[in-house]
């Protein structure tokens, strides 16, 4: 994984394991070339550790597509503590909004 992406992700593991839990992450806009595929796993692996919270996740404007939307689905379906979502200005189409709402 990118170093910076592995920095943060491991200082919200780290935060999340005590208590004092991260209730919400914005990463508007700050990947030059786009969240990929093995980064947004990354950023999605370090909030599980939110299972009993509610918690926000601000993906806006970071170029994802049909392959992102299938691995957010697939995270929403094992944790329901995730209660605020932001994907707007990315490149989801009609189909991958049917993936993301199943």
Not at 45 to 73: F, K, T
Request: charged share 25%; proline share 1%.
């Amino acid at each position: 994984a990118r170093e910076d992406v592995k920095t943060i992700c491991d200082a919200i593991k780290l935060r999340n394991a005590g208590d004092q839990f991260i209730k919400s992450l914005t990463l508007d806009n700050c990947f030059d070339d786009g969240i990929d595929t093995h980064t947004l796993k990354f950023i999605l692996g370090s909030i599980i550790a939110v299972s009993e919270r509610d918690a926000l996740l601000n993906l806006c404007d970071n170029g994802m597509s049909s392959q992102e939307a299938a691995i957010i689905a697939e995270f929403l379906n094992s944790n329901p503590s995730l209660t605020h979502l932001y994907l707007h200005e990315n490149r989801f189409d009609d189909s991958d909004a049917a993936v993301l709402a199943s």
